[in-house]
């Protein structure tokens, strides 16, 4: 009878601790929807995505997001696919745990790995719209070595407010460098903390900004200025670098405007 | 009655101001037009920007003009667009302040910012018939070290004259680095005198010349010597540049003219 | 008779050598075949030839190749042809001798002549899948100096368990550099030992991999990580590289996962 | 009287030195031509024009020619024409003083003005079938520098052969640089020598070849050996050059063949 009493408690705390995990996971429910997105931010998200690759700056596993027009605690993002191959239908809405509302019956290894990046910096920074994880390659040596990124080239004028450099050891010492969860995505969020970008060693870099159009030209003119910088510094004369005062003033302008490259970027990927 | 005549006064006052405004502004009515130009003249314009977009020199805020064929006070630029989506509809008249003749009912901030640089340009350089501005990336490094451009490929040869740095600093200090009015555009032109492009630090260039093949030839090849001088440099040996002589030779035959690779490139971006 | 008796002794010895030819021909006849591969592995092998083609790895001469699916003791290969030319038909089956099993007809010069690097390879390696010889550019500078691949980019882990050096002259003097023969083969596949890779003085690379998309991302990373060391090198700063522990744990994720990427690049190659 | 006499005399002395001039012209008449050329070669020609052009190697006034086949003293060119844009119609027959045997009705100024740089080649060369002369960026920095082009890459043997820099001062002092006329030709013929190519000083390169696959092929491994030449020279270490030997081996089997690699760059650029 004690042995049976006794297989009775283990069935009991089995079916207690597979009513504790099934009460885990309903703890954790999937996000409510903040309804359907405007159609033009989803549009522009797909051409963001396409612009970058299209530039060599987005690869199979590069990203960028947006913040849901209806909701600042959601955000979308396309699930895991090359940016050039992404269209409106693979765009998923997830909060700012970087949990997806409806992964549409795809499997969570199909998300994005790195999504976390995303989330964290939406938490954390108020005034950012957009994201973008690249993996540019003109970015990489500046990363690996003590070389400060400095503005070289007016478009990249908001490299003046500071490119830190996030390294992974120094938060969570030997990982496989890849931003897996909340926590490393909150140290990079914390490194970032209020600087336009940040470099991410060995990696690659998270590129922010108030709109997709920012984002995408942000992107494209850091990664500009530090092919720039390395052409300029192998040339052994002095550089002159902006001041912190054109920089502003620049930025003032919102880095010169991007809306009419932005159209003419748009129309070259997204076809006729 | 010394209040009513106060206000009485402050309102005419407020109307006098009025009135001056718009006398102001009716004094400059937009100027007259030249009247049509030269439809061969406008699709080479159109074909320029194109080449200079197909060999990565013009970007969405590049541009490229030309003198109007019946009238040295007017030149012919394009709308704010980037120069691979202009067609000949595109194409307006600008007097030599940088006016439009008819902005076909665009706003103003519909046209480039910079038109000032081409304007001020035509107004002091009666022999220059065509100029671009470019962000040609090979140009920067240049640009912001004291580095001298100097020849050293046979294209390339008119860098003999000279090819000067502006620094916008020292004209007006702190801006946000833009040709955004005459003035600016005027001491652009005063640094680029009698020569035939003018490196502008953090930002790109300006290359004049004779015709629209001509502008488009010394862009390509003012970037290309640029890139070719760096590698050199970069090979730690005495390098040997061309002699002014053989410049000089050079130039007589126009840059040993381009008209056969004209057509080509035109061929090339201007379809079937 | 004596006479006789020797000349009959000698038609019988010429005869008998004869025989023995024929024998020692018969004694290698064509190998047999494995049997009808995959097609879906044989779709892949195309694919792996045509994205390395598309980026810049594979010319007119290097090859890709994968082991059979229904026997370790045979490998698939192309006929020689540029790998982006490469169709379904043009794959022949080889044993580890690197013989074809049916050449469709085709004179033996019609094949890689450098197919031996493959067949020596998978004998000494079971672990191996799929290899790569590559003349990727970025890697020449590599194999022709003194200095080491390092690992400074995170899907270039694996460069981390070392990349030696073949010099064909250690193992057989003055050659013309290819790898005509088995011998050659098994040198090359000696001092490429238990590593991933291993570059060739003034020739190339040989990559390997547990699968076809692994191998891919191996050869693309290996390249973009010598152009990525060779330009933070130009900065003259310290670099960080990767630690072994990160890059052991990059690999036991097997080196991120390639999936999403491989059929994105599979997608773009394929056609629709 | 005298008057008229001189008037006559006048008349008469114009008279003849407008026949002298017409004898001298008819002292020169176009050359006899060799006949209709082997269409497989004219489309060679063509194809060998499109691929270089396809790798960067020619721009708008590059030219490839190759020796007729009925007559080693014509060769056929194009006239001035961007190499890509080249078909069979616009080949040409010269003699090997460059001259025309019949221009179409074309002026001599729709000719490559540098047409004696093939002529005077063939002439001093009679294992001489096909030249290239190009303005191959990467091959410019060699020429202006004292730093020798030495073999690197297994494909690029022959340079083991030498590559003198012709430097156009030594024989003509201060010249435009182009090799306008027959003493120029020979000037750089000269030079050349026996070598396979030569550099020309701020110029490009002149290539030989005993095939138009074989010039094609040195072309293209020439410009990158250059490349590969000055990223080995930057990182800083000694380099390992190829062994004569190595380099004499690989020549006697033509540069390793190109039969395979010809097929695949013709197909791409003839179309399907």
Redesign the interface.
């Known amino acids: 009878m004690t042995g049976r009493l006794q297989h009775f408690r283990s069935v009991l705390l089995v079916a207690a601790l597979a009513g504790f995990c099934i009460a885990g996971a309903a703890a954790q429910p999937a996000p409510t929807s903040a309804g359907p997105p405007d159609p033009k931010l989803v549009e522009d998200l797909v051409a963001a995505g396409r612009i970058l690759a299209d530039h060599g700056l987005l690869?199979?596993?590069g990203h960028v997001s947006v913040r849901h027009n209806r909701d600042a605690n959601r955000f979308l993002m396309s699930r895991?696919?090359?940016a050039?191959?992404v269209t409106e239908k693979d765009i998923l809405e997830f909060d700012l745990d970087s949990r997806p509302v409806d992964t549409h019956g795809l499997p969570m290894s199909a998300l994005f790995t790195e999504r976390y990046i995303h989330g964290e910096i939406y938490k954390m920074r108020p005034d950012v719209v957009a994201v973008v994880h690249t993996?540019a390659?003109?970015l990489?040596?500046f990363g690996?070595?003590?070389?400060p990124l400095k503005?070289?080239?007016?478009?990249s004028a908001f490299i003046s407010f500071g490119i830190p450099v996030f390294?992974i050891?120094d938060r969570a010492g030997?990982?496989?460098?890849?931003i897996r969860n909340p926590t490393l995505g909150h140290d990079l969020a914390e490194v970032l903390g209020s600087h336009p970008a940040a470099l991410m060693?060995?990696?690659g870099a998270v590129v922010t900004g108030p709109s997709l159009p920012r984002v995408v030209g942000r992107t494209i003119f850091l990664a500009?200025n530090a092919?720039?910088q390395?052409?300029?510094?192998?040339?052994?004369?002095?550089?002159?670098?902006?001041?912190p005062?054109?920089a502003r003033?620049?930025e003032?302008?919102e880095g010169?405007g991007?809306a009419?490259?932005w159209e003419?970027?748009k129309?070259k990927v997204m076809g006729k």
């Open positions: 690869d199979g596993w895991g696919l090359s050039d191959l993996h390659p003109s990489i040596p690996v070595t003590k070389v503005p070289m080239y007016h478009r390294e050891r030997m990982t496989d460098m890849l060693r060995g990696h500009l092919t720039l390395a052409q300029a510094m192998s040339m052994g004369a002095p550089i002159t670098f902006m001041e005062e054109e003033k620049i003032e302008r010169h991007l009419r490259t003419g970027w129309r």
